[in-house]
């Protein structure tokens, strides 16, 4: 009479444990969803966050970056100059040459959109160089540039020159004795007695009666 409550008891347990164990799994697994989603979206933010910081502190937003406009040397100014140098190719630059004016080229600016007639000569040079850096004959003219890159060329001609001297002196070794004039004559006569290719070769042209070449 004691062991079939204890029984029916396990019985009754048996059947509800797989029930709650499933509830288990299911609000286990939706809890590591939640958490899953809130870990990207908080990642995604930063990235964000830390792309629109990295864009300000380079000088360029995002409009900057699209619109047809933006010149890429804007973040590599050096006022009062930018950083572009005059080329044939490319003669009109997106930029003024000087940026940041005087008050005396502020002035001159001003007078500028007047009648040019009333401006001199000096004048109008001086609002050429504030648009431009140099003109066609400036970016034209010869330079002396051959001359640092002929010397360097001959220096280490020359310095190549004196480590092969250097080596043939103290470190190649001496001539085998095969290279020597003596030798090389003594194997030539042996050749001619032997009378090496007597038909088409070298003793074909050695006259053995007067002891020289056949001329």
Known sequence: SIHLPLESSDKTQGVSSPGCL????????????NLQDTLDSI???????????????GGLGMRGIHSPGGTAHSKEKMPPYTSYHAQRSYPMPDEPFCTELSA???ALKEKEKGSWTQLSHAEKVALYRLQFHETFTEMNRRSNEWKTVMGCVFFFFGFTGLLIWWQRV??????????????????????????????????????????EWKK
């Not at 499933?22 to 969803?33: F, P, Q």
């Not at 629109?52 to 502190?57: D, H, I, P, T, Y």
Request: proline share 3%; charged share 30%.
């Open 170 to 211: 103290y470190v190649f070794p001496k001539k085998p004795i095969t290279l020597m004039d003596e030798w090389k004559a003594q194997q030539l006569q042996r050749i001619l007695d032997m009378k090496g290719n007597a038909v088409q070769g070298l003793a074909s042209r050695w006259d053995y009666e007067r002891k």
């Open 43 to 57: 990642q995604e933010m930063s990235f964000r966050a830390a792309w629109s910081l990295v864009l300000r502190k």
């Open 104 to 106: 005396e080229q502020q």
């Open 22 to 33: 499933k509830e288990g799994l299911t609000s286990s697994s939706v809890l590591r969803a």
